[in-house]
């Protein structure tokens, strides 16, 4: 592996922060994002006037000139697998696939292979630059295991640092189609009592309530109050299902992004998700809104009915707007024929 030295000045007006100056004024062609560089100074790879910096800390000052060596991008340690993917979109910078229900995003202790990395490593084999110093897709998003639809993935570090600022700023469009207990009105009395919940104009119900890991079970999440990440949803009802009605399909669209978000937020409303076996439970529904078949249907549905159905965002490279559409999978398809 032969490495490469390249120069960095720091002109104009430059951040304190030696991580952020070089992340700021790093030529565009060297693909290097924050979190890279921030590990190369720590490996000793960053240096003024040939005195080698450790600490990302480190004040960075206007007219220094930075060498930062690198050597290429070592191979990632998952194994690539060839695990069919539905590819939306993809190009030379990142790839939009349709996951489905039961695929997990990234490996981990009880998922270490099948994953959707371990799928885009086979699939994309040679077209990844690297991510971070490793040959590896960039995962920016996930979505949970037995949720299904759109994620995009970066293949390059401009194209992660890219898509990354644009989550961090909460400018990617992301809309869910959820399948529910119950109907989100306006003129519901209990809805309109609950703290951070509120109806905006064309019945959309807004949903302000902040999230954190739960006190005594670490892999749920759970509403706190002034503390957590700020956490915001918007709900509309597209359809109800049940005389009376008792169930409704749902699209909901964030404007931020937090682990089980739509999930938690529609369980603290009343509202939780069909099959949801974390934040739902089980419902027992009237016994004559429905038919007896539709019931079983409901019962049966073996996850929580979730579906990331439109994604949009900014090309990190060609500043297009791209917006891409997943039709619901056959499970999800299939369980709202049997409401009708």
């Not at 910096?53 to 070592?74: D, F, L, R």
């Not at 790839?95 to 202790?109: E, F, R, S, T």
Request: hydrophobic share 40%; charged share 20%; aromatic share 4%.
């Amino acid at each position: 592996m032969s490495p490469q030295t390249i120069a960095v000045e720091i002109t104009d007006a430059p951040p304190a922060r030696l991580d952020k100056a070089l992340a700021l004024f790093a030529p565009v062609e060297a693909q290097l994002s924050r979190s890279r560089i921030v590990k190369l100074i720590e490996q000793g790879a960053v240096a003024l006037d040939g005195v080698v910096v450790t600490e990302p800390k480190t004040k960075a000052e206007q007219g220094q000139i930075w060498q930062i060596t690198m050597g290429e991008a070592v191979e990632y340690d998952t194994v690539a697998e060839d695990i069919p993917l539905d590819v939306i979109f993809e190009d030379d910078a990142l790839i939009v696939v349709n996951k489905p229900a039961g695929m997990v995003v990234h490996p981990a202790p009880g998922s270490p292979n099948g994953t959707l990395v371990n799928a885009l490593l086979h699939h994309c084999a040679d077209s990844l630059s690297g991510i971070g110093g490793e040959k590896r897709p960039g995962i920016v998003h996930r979505i949970d295991k037995d949720t299904s639809g759109l994620l995009v993935v970066a293949k390059t570090d401009i194209a992660h640092q890219g898509l990354a600022k644009q989550f961090e700023k909460h400018t990617v469009e992301r809309r869910y189609n959820a399948l529910v207990y119950g109907v989100p009105e306006a003129s519901d009395p209990r809805l309109n009592g609950l703290p951070g919940v509120a109806f905006e104009q064309g019945n959309i119900l807004r949903i302000i309530a902040n999230l954190a890991r739960h006190k005594t079970d670490r892999q749920r999440q759970a509403v706190v109050k002034n503390a957590g990440r700020h956490a915001i949803t918007r709900v509309r009802v597209l359809e109800r299902f049940g005389t009376p009605a008792v169930l409704s399909l749902l699209e909901c669209w964030l404007e931020t992004g937090r682990t089980h978000q739509i999930r938690v937020h529609m369980a603290h409303v009343g509202h939780s998700l069909v099959g949801d076996p974390v934040y739902g439970g089980r419902r027992k529904l009237a016994r004559n809104a429905l038919p007896e078949a539709a019931q079983e249907a409901i019962r049966a549905f073996p996850r929580q009915a979730l579906h990331a159905a439109t994604l949009g965002f900014k090309h990190p490279v060609s500043g297009e707007m791209l917006r891409f559409e997943a039709p619901l999978p056959p499970d999800f398809q299939a369980l709202l024929q049997e409401l009708v």
